[in-house]
């Protein structure tokens, strides 16, 4: 038995040394070492008829065989695998004539993301920060902490989705939510906007949607005053709508401003002359506005006889509609390839 091992292990040895590609070396080890018919096992098999002294003797031979086997299979393996690969990679090329996509295959971006990227340009360039918040806020930051203490009746105009078990969180309801966490982190003077989606428990319709977005305006510094925050925010309406656009302001309530404004521009679908769209008065409402109530500067950490500070919020959906005239807010947000082709 000592010498069928002796045999096998060189006739074992040499066909692997021979073999030239992956694919033979598989038929091999099955032929040697193939658990049904593999000529080692075969031999391996009729170890148990020997009796213990044997076994002794002729089992060690026959590990030692199989080791040896295995191990210059094992490198074989190795060996080979590095040189189909190398001619593999070989076959591949780059043809760099082939033409490049077709441009239409392309994505593009919402217009959503069309103006706020606009507006974002614009106000880093007067020197704002772009600030981003959590969309799942504490009641304390989308409301308390703005002046809207609890059993306020203006919470009633800004009803929301909570979450179930956590009686403190819920779905912001307005980027102002963000205007407290950004004076505690950045603190007087600052300057930043903070574009972002917001949620309402509204029942839709042309112009109303659960989801919706917003671009919130905050600066505070020394000597903030009612002028300053007309000069920024004409700038902004006529970056969006035209040089021509005329704005105007007029007193609204909003709690965390005082005094607080509505903003709106001269129609840009009539010019200012009467539509359907401006309910025939040739104005449009398009943002809110105001100097931050000085209850909120303290809640930020900021003294209000130090600092003053306006702040102002646009919808901006609102805006991408007028500024492409759509009439319904909803196609915005429904994924219909007809209607985002077009941008
Ligand atoms: N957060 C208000 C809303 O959702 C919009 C707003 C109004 C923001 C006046 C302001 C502001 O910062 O001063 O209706």
Known sequence: MLEQFKKIKSSALSAIHLVKNLADLEVLENKLLGR??????????????????EKRIVGQAANDVKQAIESAWAE????????????????????????????????????????????????????????????????YYNFTAVNIPANHPAR??????????????LLRTQTSSVQVRAMQKYEAPMRA???????????TDARHEHTLY?????????????????????????????AETKLRLRPKYYPFVEPGVNGEITCVLCAGKGCRV????????IFGAGL???????????????????????????????????DEIRVLKSGEMKFLEQF
């Open 278 to 285: 401006c309910k025939q008065s040739g104005w449009l409402e």
């Open 156 to 169: 009633d105009m800004q009803d929301t989705f909570y979450i179930k078990k956590h009686p403190n969180w």
């Open 76 to 139: 074989k393996k190795l060996e080979l695998s590095r040189v189909e690969w190398v001619k593999s990679s070989e076959k591949e090329s780059v043809d760099v004539t082939q033409s490049a996509l077709p441009l239409s295959k392309c994505g593009h971006f919402h217009p959503i993301t069309l103006v706020k990227n606009k507006l974002e340009d614009l106000f880093i360039s007067m020197g704002f920060m772009v600030l981003d918040g959590p969309e799942l806020e504490s009641d």
């Open 214 to 242: 917003q671009i919130e305006g905050v600066v505070i510094d020394h000597g903030i005053n009612f002028s300053n925050m007309k000069a920024v925010l004409e700038e902004v309406v006529k970056n969006l709508y035209g």
């Open 193 to 203: 906007i903070v574009p972002g989606r917001c949620f309402r428990n509204e029942s």
């Open 292 to 326: 931050i109530h000085p209850n909120v500067l303290k809640e930020g950490g900021i003294d209000s006889k130090k600092y003053q500070g306006f702040a102002f919020g646009f919808g901006l959906d609102r805006l991408v509609m007028l500024k492409y005239g759509i």
């Open 36 to 53: 049904k018919n593999g000529e080692l096992t075969g031999l391996l098999k009729g170890l148990k008829d020997l009796s213990s002294e």
